[in-house]
């Protein structure tokens, strides 16, 4: 028997859901956990579609289970599929640090750390494989970083918070998301320009 743990923010949507939907969902997320295919992607992910969702799904390597870590629209996660298909390569030329998220760089994080971080942001972007990123929040040791990817290869850092609070804000059933990523916390980011 295999448990399934879905994680923040997909806990959410899926109690959100009728119980025929739910239903449904969990049939899939069974099959698939049952198949093993989780486990034996490239990246450790894998999905399950059931009544109009995809349900994003990793292994639990510590216990033979599966992990949902998001639930998104059939219809949005094809059209998404249909443009990372035809898009270019995937390319990061550079990284930009706003002043309030460079401000709290050099306040809080040693140059080490600023490398580190950067070289997971590249790692994270590339292994996506989406030539262009509006929000991605990317965790590294105690903090997280909100950053995106325009076309010509220019990543933004919009803003750096501590994992503490990140987690806080995206735990709290009352926080407002947008693609699994706090409303508060986006809608505090001035517009950049590359």
């Known amino acids: 028997m295999f448990d399934i743990e879905f994680l923040s923010p997909a806990d959410r949507e899926f109690a959100a859901l009728s119980e025929t ?14 198949s093993g295919e989780a486990a034996a992607t490239n990246l450790g992910f894998a999905v399950a579609r059931a009544a109009g969702q995809v349900a994003v799904c990793q ?14 629209d ?22 930009v640090w706003p002043a309030y998220p460079a401000a709290v760089r050099d306040a809080r994080l040693t140059s080490a750390e600023v490398s580190s971080l950067e070289e997971a942001i590249i790692r994270e972007l590339l292994e996506m494989g989406m030539a262009e990123v509006a929000a991605l929040a990317i965790g590294f040791g105690n903090w997280v970083a909100i950053c995106d990817l325009d076309t010509r290869g220019t990543v933004s850092i919009l803003t750096l918070l501590p994992l503490v609070e990140y987690s806080a804000l995206v735990d709290d059933e009352e926080t407002e998301l947008f693609m699994g990523l706090p409303v508060t916390v986006l809608d505090g980011i001035p517009a950049t320009r590359h």
């Open 59 to 72: 292994s639990d390597g510590c216990l033979e289970g599966i992990q949902v870590l998001l639930l998104v």
């Open 21 to 34: 939907t739910r239903k449904e969902i969990l049939a899939a997320v069974k099959a698939l956990a049952a």
């Open 74 to 95: 059939e219809k949005l996660w094809d059209e998404g599929a249909k443009a990372a298909a035809g898009s270019a390569d995937v390319v990061v030329e550079r990284i």
